[in-house]
Protein backbone atom coordinates (compact mmCIF):
# COMPACT_ATOMS: atom_id res chain seq x y z
CA UNK A 1 0.00 0.00 0.00
CA UNK A 2 2.97 2.30 1.28
CA UNK A 3 4.50 1.13 -2.55
CA UNK A 4 1.56 2.50 -4.50
CA UNK A 5 1.20 5.46 -2.65
CA UNK A 6 4.60 6.36 -3.42
CA UNK A 7 4.38 5.47 -6.72
CA UNK A 8 1.17 7.66 -7.03
CA UNK A 9 2.58 10.58 -4.87
CA UNK A 10 6.08 10.23 -7.51
CA UNK A 11 3.56 10.55 -10.94
CA UNK A 12 1.77 13.08 -8.97
CA UNK A 13 4.30 15.00 -8.72
CA UNK A 14 5.82 14.21 -12.30
CA UNK A 15 2.41 15.66 -13.30
CA UNK A 16 2.59 18.85 -10.97
CA UNK A 17 5.92 20.09 -12.47
CA UNK A 18 4.90 19.55 -15.96
CA UNK A 19 1.27 21.11 -15.40
CA UNK A 20 3.20 23.95 -13.96
CA UNK A 21 5.89 24.50 -16.36
CA UNK A 22 3.15 24.68 -18.93
CA UNK A 23 1.48 27.08 -16.57
CA UNK A 24 4.26 29.33 -16.85
CA UNK A 25 5.13 29.23 -20.34
CA UNK A 26 1.14 29.95 -21.05
CA UNK A 27 1.33 32.71 -18.21
CA UNK A 28 4.46 34.33 -20.22
CA UNK A 29 3.33 34.08 -23.72
CA UNK A 30 -0.31 33.93 -23.04
CA UNK A 31 -0.81 37.63 -24.59
CA UNK A 32 1.40 37.37 -27.29
CA UNK A 33 0.04 34.07 -28.43
CA UNK A 34 -3.57 35.56 -28.05
CA UNK A 35 -2.26 38.57 -30.44
CA UNK A 36 -0.57 35.97 -33.14
CA UNK A 37 -3.83 33.92 -32.73
CA UNK A 38 -6.31 37.18 -34.12
CA UNK A 39 -4.01 38.11 -36.68
CA UNK A 40 -2.75 35.23 -38.10
CA UNK A 41 -5.41 33.38 -39.88
CA UNK A 42 -5.53 29.58 -39.77
CA UNK A 43 -4.17 27.51 -43.21
CA UNK A 44 -1.88 28.25 -45.55
CA UNK A 45 -2.09 32.21 -45.73
CA UNK A 46 1.14 33.52 -44.50
CA UNK A 47 1.64 35.50 -41.47
CA UNK A 48 0.57 39.00 -41.45
CA UNK A 49 3.97 41.03 -41.65
CA UNK A 50 3.00 44.27 -42.14
CA UNK A 51 -0.55 46.18 -42.24
CA UNK A 52 -1.00 49.74 -42.85
CA UNK A 53 -3.94 52.67 -43.23
CA UNK A 54 -6.00 54.91 -41.68
CA UNK A 55 -9.27 55.53 -43.05
CA UNK A 56 -10.00 59.23 -44.30
CA UNK A 57 -8.96 61.43 -46.73
CA UNK A 58 -5.52 63.22 -45.91
CA UNK A 59 -2.17 61.95 -47.39
CA UNK A 60 -1.49 58.13 -46.73
CA UNK A 61 -5.42 57.94 -45.56
CA UNK A 62 -7.70 55.68 -47.35
CA UNK A 63 -11.39 55.80 -47.57
CA UNK A 64 -11.91 52.73 -50.18
CA UNK A 65 -9.16 51.10 -51.59
CA UNK A 66 -10.08 48.28 -53.54
CA UNK A 67 -7.21 47.70 -55.96
CA UNK A 68 -3.60 47.26 -55.09
CA UNK A 69 -0.59 46.49 -57.01
CA UNK A 70 3.47 45.68 -55.85
CA UNK A 71 6.53 46.21 -58.47
CA UNK A 72 9.68 44.29 -57.98
CA UNK A 73 11.11 46.33 -55.17
CA UNK A 74 8.24 46.03 -52.76
CA UNK A 75 6.19 49.54 -53.28
CA UNK A 76 3.03 49.30 -53.17
CA UNK A 77 0.30 50.99 -55.23
CA UNK A 78 -2.69 51.63 -53.48
CA UNK A 79 -5.55 52.65 -55.61
CA UNK A 80 -8.64 54.50 -53.92
CA UNK A 81 -12.14 54.10 -55.59
CA UNK A 82 -13.89 56.72 -53.68
CA UNK A 83 -10.96 60.01 -54.02
CA UNK A 84 -9.88 58.74 -57.86
CA UNK A 85 -6.35 58.64 -56.17
CA UNK A 86 -2.94 56.20 -56.41
CA UNK A 87 -1.10 56.66 -53.25
CA UNK A 88 2.65 54.90 -53.76
CA UNK A 89 3.70 53.35 -50.69
CA UNK A 90 7.23 52.11 -49.14
CA UNK A 91 7.90 48.69 -48.35
CA UNK A 92 7.52 50.07 -44.87
CA UNK A 93 4.62 51.51 -45.81
CA UNK A 94 5.60 55.48 -45.58
CA UNK A 95 3.78 57.15 -48.17
CA UNK A 96 6.02 58.04 -51.09
CA UNK A 97 4.19 59.67 -53.70
CA UNK A 98 0.34 60.61 -54.38
CA UNK A 99 -1.78 60.86 -57.55
CA UNK A 100 -5.31 61.95 -58.60
CA UNK A 101 -6.46 60.00 -61.65
CA UNK A 102 -8.81 62.43 -63.72
CA UNK A 103 -12.04 60.38 -63.85
CA UNK A 104 -12.25 60.16 -59.77
CA UNK A 105 -13.02 56.77 -59.98
CA UNK A 106 -10.18 54.21 -60.15
CA UNK A 107 -11.49 50.40 -61.13
CA UNK A 108 -7.75 48.63 -60.82
CA UNK A 109 -4.16 49.33 -61.10
CA UNK A 110 -1.18 46.86 -62.86
CA UNK A 111 2.26 47.17 -62.10
CA UNK A 112 4.19 46.44 -65.19
CA UNK A 113 7.94 45.39 -65.55
CA UNK A 114 9.33 48.26 -67.33
CA UNK A 115 8.14 51.01 -64.16
CA UNK A 116 5.28 51.61 -66.09
CA UNK A 117 2.05 51.82 -63.62
CA UNK A 118 -1.29 51.06 -65.89
CA UNK A 119 -4.56 52.51 -63.94
CA UNK A 120 -7.94 52.18 -65.23
CA UNK A 121 -10.43 54.15 -64.03
CA UNK A 122 -14.09 54.89 -65.10
CA UNK A 123 -13.68 53.26 -68.21
CA UNK A 124 -10.31 54.40 -69.35
CA UNK A 125 -6.27 53.59 -68.74
CA UNK A 126 -3.57 55.84 -68.36
CA UNK A 127 0.27 55.25 -68.00
CA UNK A 128 2.20 56.40 -65.02
CA UNK A 129 5.82 56.19 -64.32
CA UNK A 130 5.35 54.33 -61.17
CA UNK A 131 8.25 55.81 -59.10
CA UNK A 132 7.41 59.32 -60.00
CA UNK A 133 3.68 58.76 -60.40
CA UNK A 134 4.06 61.22 -63.44
CA UNK A 135 1.42 60.79 -66.09
CA UNK A 136 2.80 58.90 -69.31
CA UNK A 137 -0.43 58.81 -71.47
CA UNK A 138 -3.82 57.58 -72.45
CA UNK A 139 -3.85 54.40 -73.52
CA UNK A 140 -6.37 54.38 -76.80
CA UNK A 141 -9.05 51.48 -76.37
CA UNK A 142 -9.23 48.82 -79.52
CA UNK A 143 -12.50 49.16 -81.46
CA UNK A 144 -14.23 52.02 -79.34
CA UNK A 145 -14.42 49.71 -76.40
CA UNK A 146 -14.37 50.75 -72.77
CA UNK A 147 -11.51 49.24 -70.31
CA UNK A 148 -13.22 47.87 -66.88
CA UNK A 149 -9.83 46.21 -65.65
CA UNK A 150 -6.03 45.58 -66.30
CA UNK A 151 -3.18 42.88 -64.91
CA UNK A 152 0.22 42.83 -65.69
CA UNK A 153 1.55 39.80 -67.74
CA UNK A 154 5.12 38.00 -66.74
CA UNK A 155 6.29 38.49 -69.90
CA UNK A 156 5.80 42.65 -70.04
CA UNK A 157 2.71 44.57 -71.14
CA UNK A 158 -0.53 43.52 -69.26
CA UNK A 159 -3.95 42.07 -70.39
CA UNK A 160 -6.91 44.21 -70.27
CA UNK A 161 -10.73 43.53 -69.74
CA UNK A 162 -12.90 45.86 -72.05
CA UNK A 163 -16.95 46.43 -72.96
CA UNK A 164 -16.87 46.55 -76.49
CA UNK A 165 -19.86 48.49 -78.76
CA UNK A 166 -22.74 46.18 -79.47
CA UNK A 167 -22.66 44.19 -75.60
CA UNK A 168 -19.89 42.16 -76.07
CA UNK A 169 -16.43 41.85 -74.49
CA UNK A 170 -13.20 42.23 -75.46
CA UNK A 171 -9.72 40.76 -73.93
CA UNK A 172 -6.77 42.59 -75.69
CA UNK A 173 -3.07 42.17 -74.96
CA UNK A 174 -1.10 45.14 -74.95
CA UNK A 175 2.40 46.25 -74.73
CA UNK A 176 4.10 48.20 -72.23
CA UNK A 177 3.38 51.87 -74.18
CA UNK A 178 -0.41 50.70 -74.05
CA UNK A 179 -0.03 49.81 -77.75
CA UNK A 180 -2.17 46.96 -79.19
CA UNK A 181 -0.31 43.86 -79.83
CA UNK A 182 -3.53 41.42 -80.05
CA UNK A 183 -7.50 41.16 -79.27
CA UNK A 184 -9.82 38.54 -78.53
CA UNK A 185 -13.41 39.80 -79.35
CA UNK A 186 -16.21 38.20 -76.85
CA UNK A 187 -13.95 36.35 -75.27
CA UNK A 188 -16.64 35.91 -72.37
CA UNK A 189 -20.14 36.47 -73.78
CA UNK A 190 -19.01 33.50 -76.45
CA UNK A 191 -18.93 30.71 -73.78
CA UNK A 192 -21.34 32.63 -70.98
CA UNK A 193 -24.77 33.61 -70.91
CA UNK A 194 -24.03 37.03 -70.13
CA UNK A 195 -21.26 39.37 -70.83
CA UNK A 196 -18.80 40.63 -68.14
CA UNK A 197 -19.44 43.15 -65.09
CA UNK A 198 -17.16 44.60 -62.64
CA UNK A 199 -14.26 42.02 -63.83
CA UNK A 200 -11.12 41.39 -62.21
CA UNK A 201 -7.73 39.57 -63.86
CA UNK A 202 -5.27 38.08 -63.70
CA UNK A 203 -2.02 36.18 -64.94
CA UNK A 204 -0.04 33.51 -63.41
CA UNK A 205 3.73 32.81 -65.00
CA UNK A 206 2.79 30.83 -67.52
CA UNK A 207 1.11 33.41 -68.82
CA UNK A 208 -2.66 31.58 -68.23
CA UNK A 209 -5.42 34.28 -67.18
CA UNK A 210 -8.58 34.27 -64.85
CA UNK A 211 -10.81 36.59 -65.52
CA UNK A 212 -13.25 36.90 -62.56
CA UNK A 213 -16.57 37.78 -63.73
CA UNK A 214 -19.27 39.15 -61.82
CA UNK A 215 -21.90 39.22 -64.82
CA UNK A 216 -21.84 35.34 -64.80
CA UNK A 217 -20.35 34.78 -60.98
CA UNK A 218 -17.93 32.78 -62.17
CA UNK A 219 -14.04 32.30 -62.87
CA UNK A 220 -13.15 32.04 -66.48
CA UNK A 221 -9.86 30.55 -67.33
CA UNK A 222 -7.81 31.07 -70.62
CA UNK A 223 -4.86 29.57 -72.16
CA UNK A 224 -1.81 32.39 -72.51
CA UNK A 225 -3.18 31.96 -76.25
CA UNK A 226 -6.78 33.84 -75.25
CA UNK A 227 -8.24 30.09 -75.69
CA UNK A 228 -11.12 29.37 -72.76
CA UNK A 229 -10.85 26.22 -70.86
CA UNK A 230 -13.33 26.21 -67.90
CA UNK A 231 -14.77 28.07 -65.47
CA UNK A 232 -15.30 27.62 -62.08
CA UNK A 233 -16.25 29.13 -58.33
CA UNK A 234 -15.13 28.67 -54.91
CA UNK A 235 -15.81 27.37 -51.94
CA UNK A 236 -19.48 27.18 -51.42
CA UNK A 237 -19.93 29.26 -54.61
CA UNK A 238 -19.94 27.42 -57.60
CA UNK A 239 -20.16 29.21 -61.17
CA UNK A 240 -23.45 30.90 -61.55
CA UNK A 241 -24.16 31.30 -57.49
CA UNK A 242 -25.62 35.11 -57.60
CA UNK A 243 -24.25 35.14 -54.61
CA UNK A 244 -20.87 35.21 -55.77
CA UNK A 245 -18.98 38.43 -54.60
CA UNK A 246 -15.65 38.62 -56.96
CA UNK A 247 -13.99 41.85 -55.17
CA UNK A 248 -10.33 40.73 -56.59
CA UNK A 249 -8.23 38.03 -58.02
CA UNK A 250 -4.12 36.97 -57.56
CA UNK A 251 -1.79 34.45 -58.49
CA UNK A 252 1.19 33.57 -56.72
CA UNK A 253 4.29 31.29 -57.96
CA UNK A 254 2.71 28.23 -55.92
CA UNK A 255 -0.38 27.49 -57.81
CA UNK A 256 -2.73 29.14 -55.65
CA UNK A 257 -5.35 30.95 -56.84
CA UNK A 258 -6.12 34.08 -54.33
CA UNK A 259 -9.98 35.13 -54.61
CA UNK A 260 -11.50 37.91 -52.45
CA UNK A 261 -15.32 38.31 -52.01
CA UNK A 262 -15.74 41.00 -49.32
CA UNK A 263 -15.90 39.46 -46.51
CA UNK A 264 -13.58 36.31 -47.09
CA UNK A 265 -10.60 35.24 -48.73
CA UNK A 266 -10.50 32.11 -50.63
CA UNK A 267 -8.11 30.12 -51.44
CA UNK A 268 -8.41 27.46 -54.76
CA UNK A 269 -6.24 25.65 -57.16
CA UNK A 270 -5.75 27.08 -60.61
CA UNK A 271 -8.58 24.21 -61.43
CA UNK A 272 -10.99 26.17 -59.40
CA UNK A 273 -10.41 22.96 -56.47
CA UNK A 274 -11.34 24.93 -53.07
CA UNK A 275 -8.51 24.75 -50.23
CA UNK A 276 -8.74 27.54 -47.90
CA UNK A 277 -11.77 30.16 -46.53
CA UNK A 278 -10.53 33.06 -44.83
CA UNK A 279 -13.24 35.30 -42.49
CA UNK A 280 -11.10 38.71 -43.74
CA UNK A 281 -12.33 41.38 -45.36
CA UNK A 282 -10.69 41.23 -48.27
CA UNK A 283 -10.91 43.49 -51.66
CA UNK A 284 -7.97 44.15 -53.83
CA UNK A 285 -5.24 41.58 -53.98
CA UNK A 286 -1.92 41.17 -55.44
CA UNK A 287 1.28 39.02 -55.09
CA UNK A 288 5.04 40.19 -55.11
CA UNK A 289 8.06 38.50 -56.78
CA UNK A 290 8.14 37.14 -53.08
CA UNK A 291 4.96 35.30 -53.51
CA UNK A 292 4.06 37.60 -50.59
CA UNK A 293 0.21 38.37 -50.53
CA UNK A 294 -1.27 41.43 -50.32
CA UNK A 295 -4.76 42.07 -48.82
CA UNK A 296 -6.40 45.37 -49.30
CA UNK A 297 -9.35 46.44 -46.84
CA UNK A 298 -11.24 49.65 -48.06
CA UNK A 299 -8.70 51.51 -45.49
CA UNK A 300 -5.74 49.62 -44.80
CA UNK A 301 -3.42 47.20 -46.26
CA UNK A 302 -2.03 44.07 -45.64
CA UNK A 303 0.96 42.10 -46.37
CA UNK A 304 1.05 38.15 -45.51
CA UNK A 305 4.08 35.84 -45.79
CA UNK A 306 4.25 33.85 -48.73
CA UNK A 307 1.79 31.14 -48.71
CA UNK A 308 3.16 27.99 -46.75
CA UNK B 1 -4.02 10.67 -2.37
CA UNK B 2 -3.68 12.23 0.94
CA UNK B 3 -4.86 15.57 1.91
CA UNK B 4 -1.63 17.25 1.18
CA UNK B 5 -1.84 15.84 -2.49
CA UNK B 6 -5.28 17.15 -2.82
CA UNK B 7 -3.97 20.86 -2.05
CA UNK B 8 -1.57 20.68 -3.99
CA UNK B 9 -3.53 19.45 -6.47
CA UNK B 10 -5.94 22.15 -6.24
CA UNK B 11 -3.27 24.73 -6.12
CA UNK B 12 -2.02 23.39 -9.86
CA UNK B 13 -5.58 23.79 -10.87
CA UNK B 14 -5.68 27.37 -9.77
CA UNK B 15 -2.67 28.07 -10.90
CA UNK B 16 -3.90 26.54 -14.67
CA UNK B 17 -6.88 28.46 -14.39
CA UNK B 18 -5.00 32.14 -13.63
CA UNK B 19 -2.76 31.11 -16.57
CA UNK B 20 -5.57 30.23 -19.11
CA UNK B 21 -7.16 33.20 -18.15
CA UNK B 22 -4.55 35.31 -18.34
CA UNK B 23 -3.71 34.19 -21.70
CA UNK B 24 -7.23 34.89 -23.34
CA UNK B 25 -7.18 38.46 -21.58
CA UNK B 26 -6.08 40.67 -24.37
CA UNK B 27 -2.86 42.95 -23.17
CA UNK B 28 -4.13 46.04 -21.56
CA UNK B 29 -3.33 49.23 -23.94
CA UNK B 30 -0.69 51.64 -22.28
CA UNK B 31 -2.35 54.78 -20.40
CA UNK B 32 -2.26 58.01 -22.13
CA UNK B 33 -1.96 60.51 -20.15
CA UNK B 34 -3.57 63.62 -22.19
CA UNK B 35 -1.78 66.44 -20.03
CA UNK B 36 1.71 65.05 -20.99
CA UNK B 37 3.72 67.61 -23.13
CA UNK B 38 6.09 65.98 -25.57
CA UNK B 39 7.97 68.91 -26.82
CA UNK B 40 11.63 69.74 -25.59
CA UNK B 41 10.78 72.96 -25.32
CA UNK B 42 8.21 73.30 -22.93
CA UNK B 43 8.47 74.97 -19.10
CA UNK B 44 4.88 76.02 -18.92
CA UNK B 45 2.38 74.30 -16.48
CA UNK B 46 0.52 71.79 -17.87
CA UNK B 47 -4.14 72.92 -18.23
CA UNK B 48 -4.92 70.41 -16.49
CA UNK B 49 -8.94 71.42 -16.66
CA UNK B 50 -9.20 72.16 -20.54
CA UNK B 51 -10.84 69.24 -22.63
CA UNK B 52 -7.62 66.74 -23.61
CA UNK B 53 -7.98 68.49 -27.21
CA UNK B 54 -7.26 71.42 -25.66
CA UNK B 55 -4.32 70.76 -23.81
CA UNK B 56 -1.29 70.80 -26.58
CA UNK B 57 0.69 67.99 -26.71
CA UNK B 58 3.60 69.54 -27.94
CA UNK B 59 5.27 73.05 -27.65
CA UNK B 60 7.23 75.05 -29.49
CA UNK B 61 9.08 78.04 -28.39
CA UNK B 62 7.98 78.90 -25.09
CA UNK B 63 11.42 78.37 -23.25
CA UNK B 64 13.38 79.19 -26.05
CA UNK B 65 15.94 81.72 -26.50
CA UNK B 66 18.46 82.95 -29.02
CA UNK B 67 18.53 82.22 -32.30
CA UNK B 68 15.19 80.09 -31.96
CA UNK B 69 13.38 82.59 -29.88
CA UNK B 70 9.68 83.81 -31.30
CA UNK B 71 8.45 87.14 -31.70
CA UNK B 72 5.39 87.24 -33.32
CA UNK B 73 4.79 84.04 -34.85
CA UNK B 74 1.69 83.95 -36.65
CA UNK B 75 2.28 81.04 -39.63
CA UNK B 76 2.97 77.48 -39.63
CA UNK B 77 3.16 74.83 -41.22
CA UNK B 78 4.17 70.86 -41.70
CA UNK B 79 5.84 68.78 -44.14
CA UNK B 80 5.16 65.27 -44.80
CA UNK B 81 7.88 63.85 -42.83
CA UNK B 82 6.22 65.98 -39.78
CA UNK B 83 8.93 68.88 -40.08
CA UNK B 84 7.92 71.67 -38.91
CA UNK B 85 8.10 75.62 -39.78
CA UNK B 86 6.92 78.68 -38.08
CA UNK B 87 6.93 81.71 -39.71
CA UNK B 88 7.92 84.89 -37.32
CA UNK B 89 6.79 87.86 -38.81
CA UNK B 90 8.08 90.37 -36.83
CA UNK B 91 11.50 88.59 -37.36
CA UNK B 92 11.36 87.69 -40.61
CA UNK B 93 12.17 84.39 -40.36
CA UNK B 94 11.17 80.93 -40.74
CA UNK B 95 12.16 78.38 -37.77
CA UNK B 96 11.90 74.71 -38.62
CA UNK B 97 12.07 72.14 -36.01
CA UNK B 98 11.91 68.26 -35.89
CA UNK B 99 8.99 66.23 -35.35
CA UNK B 100 9.42 65.88 -31.75
CA UNK B 101 10.18 69.75 -31.22
CA UNK B 102 13.56 70.20 -31.36
CA UNK B 103 15.02 73.31 -33.09
CA UNK B 104 17.08 72.57 -36.41
CA UNK B 105 17.69 75.36 -39.01
CA UNK B 106 16.00 78.99 -39.83
CA UNK B 107 16.28 80.66 -42.49
CA UNK B 108 15.63 84.35 -43.75
CA UNK B 109 12.76 85.55 -46.05
CA UNK B 110 13.02 88.18 -48.98
CA UNK B 111 11.11 90.81 -48.82
CA UNK B 112 11.06 90.47 -45.30
CA UNK B 113 9.66 94.18 -44.24
CA UNK B 114 6.65 93.85 -46.17
CA UNK B 115 3.13 92.16 -44.92
CA UNK B 116 4.11 88.24 -45.05
CA UNK B 117 0.69 86.47 -45.12
CA UNK B 118 1.26 82.94 -46.54
CA UNK B 119 3.48 79.81 -45.47
CA UNK B 120 2.78 76.47 -46.84
CA UNK B 121 5.46 72.90 -46.46
CA UNK B 122 4.11 70.91 -50.08
CA UNK B 123 4.40 66.71 -50.19
CA UNK B 124 7.93 67.59 -52.17
CA UNK B 125 9.18 69.66 -48.70
CA UNK B 126 9.48 72.80 -50.61
CA UNK B 127 8.15 75.47 -48.55
CA UNK B 128 6.18 78.42 -49.91
CA UNK B 129 5.94 82.04 -48.77
CA UNK B 130 3.91 85.27 -49.32
CA UNK B 131 5.01 87.98 -48.46
CA UNK B 132 4.28 91.57 -49.89
CA UNK B 133 1.66 89.93 -52.72
CA UNK B 134 4.97 87.72 -53.55
CA UNK B 135 5.29 84.16 -53.74
CA UNK B 136 8.56 82.38 -53.15
CA UNK B 137 10.16 79.36 -53.26
CA UNK B 138 12.70 77.82 -50.40
CA UNK B 139 14.18 74.05 -49.75
CA UNK B 140 12.86 73.48 -46.42
CA UNK B 141 15.65 71.70 -45.41
CA UNK B 142 18.06 74.03 -46.40
CA UNK B 143 16.74 77.53 -46.46
CA UNK B 144 18.05 78.16 -49.88
CA UNK B 145 15.84 80.25 -52.43
CA UNK B 146 14.12 78.20 -55.36
CA UNK B 147 12.33 81.05 -57.50
CA UNK B 148 9.29 82.95 -57.28
CA UNK B 149 5.90 82.26 -58.39
CA UNK B 150 4.97 85.02 -61.22
CA UNK B 151 1.31 85.79 -61.44
CA UNK B 152 0.97 87.00 -65.09
CA UNK B 153 -1.39 89.92 -63.79
CA UNK B 154 1.67 90.53 -61.14
CA UNK B 155 2.29 90.83 -57.28
CA UNK B 156 -1.36 89.90 -55.00
CA UNK B 157 -0.42 86.67 -53.62
CA UNK B 158 -2.20 86.66 -49.91
CA UNK B 159 -2.61 82.92 -48.74
CA UNK B 160 -0.93 79.35 -49.74
CA UNK B 161 -1.62 76.08 -48.34
CA UNK B 162 -0.43 72.59 -49.37
CA UNK B 163 -2.08 70.52 -51.98
CA UNK B 164 -2.55 66.49 -50.75
CA UNK B 165 -0.94 66.02 -53.89
CA UNK B 166 2.08 68.42 -54.66
CA UNK B 167 2.70 71.70 -54.80
CA UNK B 168 0.48 74.42 -53.46
CA UNK B 169 -3.35 76.52 -53.99
CA UNK B 170 -2.45 80.22 -53.35
CA UNK B 171 -5.27 83.54 -53.29
CA UNK B 172 -4.49 86.17 -55.23
CA UNK B 173 -6.23 89.69 -55.28
CA UNK B 174 -5.89 92.78 -57.20
CA UNK B 175 -8.24 95.91 -57.32
CA UNK B 176 -10.38 94.31 -59.84
CA UNK B 177 -10.50 90.47 -58.63
CA UNK B 178 -9.67 87.56 -56.74
CA UNK B 179 -8.17 84.31 -58.23
CA UNK B 180 -7.65 80.85 -56.73
CA UNK B 181 -4.08 79.87 -58.19
CA UNK B 182 -2.88 76.36 -58.31
CA UNK B 183 0.49 76.04 -58.10
CA UNK B 184 3.23 72.81 -59.33
CA UNK B 185 5.81 71.68 -56.60
CA UNK B 186 8.38 72.77 -59.64
CA UNK B 187 6.19 76.23 -58.90
CA UNK B 188 4.96 76.25 -61.92
CA UNK B 189 1.45 77.38 -62.30
CA UNK B 190 -1.15 75.14 -63.36
CA UNK B 191 -4.76 77.03 -63.34
CA UNK B 192 -5.89 79.90 -62.19
CA UNK B 193 -9.68 80.06 -61.40
CA UNK B 194 -10.20 83.79 -62.19
CA UNK B 195 -12.37 85.40 -60.29
CA UNK B 196 -13.53 82.72 -57.97
CA UNK B 197 -14.47 84.33 -54.64
CA UNK B 198 -15.44 87.74 -55.20
CA UNK B 199 -17.87 86.23 -58.62
CA UNK B 200 -19.49 83.40 -56.13
CA UNK B 201 -19.96 86.33 -53.61
CA UNK B 202 -21.45 89.03 -56.17
CA UNK B 203 -18.75 91.67 -54.15
CA UNK B 204 -15.09 92.27 -53.70
CA UNK B 205 -13.99 90.21 -50.60
CA UNK B 206 -10.41 91.07 -50.21
CA UNK B 207 -8.11 88.98 -48.81
CA UNK B 208 -8.47 85.50 -48.99
CA UNK B 209 -7.40 82.07 -46.90
CA UNK B 210 -7.31 79.04 -48.63
CA UNK B 211 -7.04 75.22 -47.73
CA UNK B 212 -7.29 72.02 -49.06
CA UNK B 213 -8.55 68.36 -48.33
CA UNK B 214 -7.80 65.20 -49.82
CA UNK B 215 -10.87 65.45 -52.46
CA UNK B 216 -8.70 68.47 -53.90
CA UNK B 217 -11.68 70.75 -52.43
CA UNK B 218 -10.79 74.17 -52.28
CA UNK B 219 -12.03 76.15 -48.94
CA UNK B 220 -11.55 80.09 -49.23
CA UNK B 221 -12.27 82.26 -46.35
CA UNK B 222 -12.66 85.71 -46.38
CA UNK B 223 -13.27 88.31 -43.60
CA UNK B 224 -15.53 90.16 -45.32
CA UNK B 225 -18.04 87.98 -45.72
CA UNK B 226 -17.17 85.94 -42.16
CA UNK B 227 -17.63 82.81 -44.18
CA UNK B 228 -15.83 79.79 -45.81
CA UNK B 229 -16.76 79.11 -49.68
CA UNK B 230 -16.16 75.84 -50.91
CA UNK B 231 -14.63 75.36 -54.61
CA UNK B 232 -14.36 72.26 -56.58
CA UNK B 233 -10.59 71.09 -57.34
CA UNK B 234 -12.47 72.40 -61.31
CA UNK B 235 -13.06 76.16 -60.03
CA UNK B 236 -16.54 75.20 -59.71
CA UNK B 237 -18.41 77.03 -56.90
CA UNK B 238 -20.40 74.30 -54.66
CA UNK B 239 -21.50 75.95 -51.29
CA UNK B 240 -20.80 78.41 -48.94
CA UNK B 241 -20.99 78.07 -44.79
CA UNK B 242 -20.81 81.03 -41.55
CA UNK B 243 -21.59 84.12 -40.85
CA UNK B 244 -20.48 86.99 -38.58
CA UNK B 245 -21.52 86.67 -34.28
CA UNK B 246 -20.45 84.91 -31.65
CA UNK B 247 -22.56 81.69 -31.99
CA UNK B 248 -21.41 78.29 -33.28
CA UNK B 249 -20.72 78.23 -36.37
CA UNK B 250 -20.24 81.82 -36.61
CA UNK B 251 -16.74 84.36 -36.92
CA UNK B 252 -15.98 87.26 -35.12
CA UNK B 253 -13.34 89.17 -35.90
CA UNK B 254 -10.60 88.84 -38.56
CA UNK B 255 -10.19 84.68 -39.63
CA UNK B 256 -6.49 84.25 -39.05
CA UNK B 257 -6.48 80.48 -40.31
CA UNK B 258 -7.85 78.00 -42.23
CA UNK B 259 -6.93 74.58 -42.56
CA UNK B 260 -8.89 71.10 -43.27
CA UNK B 261 -8.01 67.40 -41.90
CA UNK B 262 -8.45 64.00 -43.54
CA UNK B 263 -11.22 62.83 -41.19
CA UNK B 264 -13.78 65.49 -43.41
CA UNK B 265 -13.06 68.51 -40.46
CA UNK B 266 -12.39 72.23 -41.14
CA UNK B 267 -10.81 74.28 -38.94
CA UNK B 268 -11.42 77.64 -39.07
CA UNK B 269 -9.05 80.65 -36.63
CA UNK B 270 -10.83 84.10 -35.04
CA UNK B 271 -10.61 86.08 -32.11
CA UNK B 272 -12.45 83.24 -30.30
CA UNK B 273 -10.27 80.38 -30.65
CA UNK B 274 -10.21 77.68 -33.13
CA UNK B 275 -13.96 76.40 -34.51
CA UNK B 276 -14.37 72.76 -36.05
CA UNK B 277 -16.97 72.84 -39.13
CA UNK B 278 -18.05 69.60 -40.91
CA UNK B 279 -16.64 69.74 -44.56
CA UNK B 280 -19.88 68.20 -45.76
CA UNK B 281 -22.67 70.88 -44.46
CA UNK B 282 -20.39 73.39 -42.18
CA UNK B 283 -22.07 71.68 -39.10
CA UNK B 284 -20.26 73.07 -36.40
CA UNK B 285 -18.41 70.41 -33.83
CA UNK B 286 -16.53 71.88 -31.86
CA UNK B 287 -15.12 75.15 -30.53
CA UNK B 288 -11.20 74.77 -29.07
CA UNK B 289 -10.46 77.26 -26.74
CA UNK B 290 -6.75 77.72 -28.01
CA UNK B 291 -4.62 80.69 -28.55
CA UNK B 292 -3.81 80.32 -32.63
CA UNK B 293 -3.50 83.00 -35.34
CA UNK B 294 -1.74 80.47 -38.51
CA UNK B 295 -2.76 76.53 -37.71
CA UNK B 296 -1.93 74.04 -39.73
CA UNK B 297 -2.94 69.92 -40.17
CA UNK B 298 -0.08 67.43 -40.29
CA UNK B 299 -0.54 64.34 -42.48
CA UNK B 300 -1.63 62.26 -38.65
CA UNK B 301 -4.24 64.57 -38.68
CA UNK B 302 -3.08 66.67 -35.64
CA UNK B 303 -3.42 70.17 -35.33
CA UNK B 304 -1.07 73.11 -34.92
CA UNK B 305 -1.13 76.22 -33.81
CA UNK B 306 0.91 79.64 -34.17
CA UNK B 307 0.50 81.93 -30.86
CA UNK B 308 2.78 84.92 -31.22
CA UNK B 309 5.94 83.13 -28.54
CA UNK B 310 4.79 79.98 -29.57
CA UNK B 311 3.23 77.29 -31.36
CA UNK B 312 1.34 74.35 -29.88
CA UNK B 313 0.45 70.86 -31.39
CA UNK B 314 -3.62 69.74 -30.26
CA UNK B 315 -4.68 66.17 -30.82
CA UNK B 316 -8.16 66.57 -32.30
CA UNK B 317 -10.99 63.76 -31.92
CA UNK B 318 -12.71 62.85 -35.28
CA UNK B 319 -16.05 63.96 -35.77
CA UNK B 320 -18.88 61.83 -34.61
CA UNK B 321 -20.29 59.52 -37.03
CA UNK B 322 -23.04 59.29 -38.53
CA UNK B 323 -24.07 55.55 -36.92
Known amino acids: MSKLV ?79 RVQRFSPAGKLAGLVYVEPERIDAVAYERSGVLFVVGRYQMFRYDAKTLKLLGQVEAPGGGEFLTVAARPTGGVVAVLEAPGISDDIAFLDKEGKLERILHGAID ?87 RYEMSAYGLAVSDKGELYVTDRTMVRRYAAAK | MNNAHRRFAVLLLLLCAAALAAARKPPKPPAVDPTVIEGVANDAPPIFKAPPEEVPVLRLGTAAKGSERMTNVVLVTVDPQGFIYTGDVDAGRVLRFTPEGKFESLFFIAEPRRPWTGLAADRGGIVFVATGGRLFRYAGASGTLLGEVKHPDGAG ?36 HRDAVSGAAGEPVGDVLV ?103 YRVPPPPRDD
Open chain 1, 6 to 84: GWASKRSRTAAVIVLVLACRALCAGGLAAEETAKTPPGRLGEEVLRFGKEGIGPSQMTRVESVAVDPEGFIYAADWELG
Open chain 2, 211 to 313: AMDGRRTIYAAADRLHAVCIFKFTGEYENRFGSEGDEDGQFSGPIAGLTADGQGQIFVSDAKGVSVLLVKDGSFVRRLEVKGAGIAIDDDDALFAAAGTEVAK
Open chain 1, 190 to 276: KVAEYTVRDPHVAVDAQGFFYVADNGNYAIFKFTPEGRYINRFGYEGHPPGDSETDLQGIALDGRGNLWVSGWRDLYLVTVDGRPRQ
Open chain 2, 157 to 192: FFHVAPRPDSGVVASWHNAQRDDLVLVGGDGAIETI
